[in-house]
């Protein structure tokens, strides 16, 4: 069961690939690659991991050098995703 945390990281992502014309999928797996290797791309935004505390890790996305977001996510949350892969 997702917790209130996992739903809004969730529809953060939805609406920015809608806004974006991307697929809200591969927006997330690139959520994923930017925890993993600090940064990464899906379509023409860029995914930061610009900080990572006891709990949750924060990003940021950017469409050049435009702020489109930023917003954490919880630990548990992107851990639970790798552990399906």
């Given at each position: 069961?997702?917790?209130?945390?996992?739903?809004?990281?969730?529809?953060?992502?939805?609406?920015?690939?809608?806004?974006?014309?991307?697929?809200?999928h591969?927006?997330?797996?690139?959520?994923?690659?930017?925890?993993?290797?600090?940064?990464?791309?899906?379509?023409?935004?860029?995914?930061?991991?610009?900080?990572?505390?006891h709990?949750?890790?924060?990003?940021?996305?950017?469409?050049?050098?435009?702020?489109?977001?930023?917003?954490?996510?919880?630990?548990?949350?992107?851990?639970?995703?790798?552990?399906?892969?």
């Amino acid at each position: 069961m997702y917790d209130y945390d996992d739903v809004s990281a969730r529809q953060s992502i939805v609406k920015i690939g809608e806004k974006h014309n991307l697929d809200s999928h591969l927006l997330a797996e690139a959520f994923i690659s930017a925890y993993l290797d600090k940064a990464s791309k899906c379509g023409n935004l860029a995914i930061q991991c610009r900080m990572v505390d006891h709990d949750s890790a924060i990003f940021l996305i950017t469409n050049n050098s435009s702020i489109v977001s930023q917003f954490p996510i919880k630990l548990k949350t992107l851990k639970r995703v790798l552990a399906i892969k």
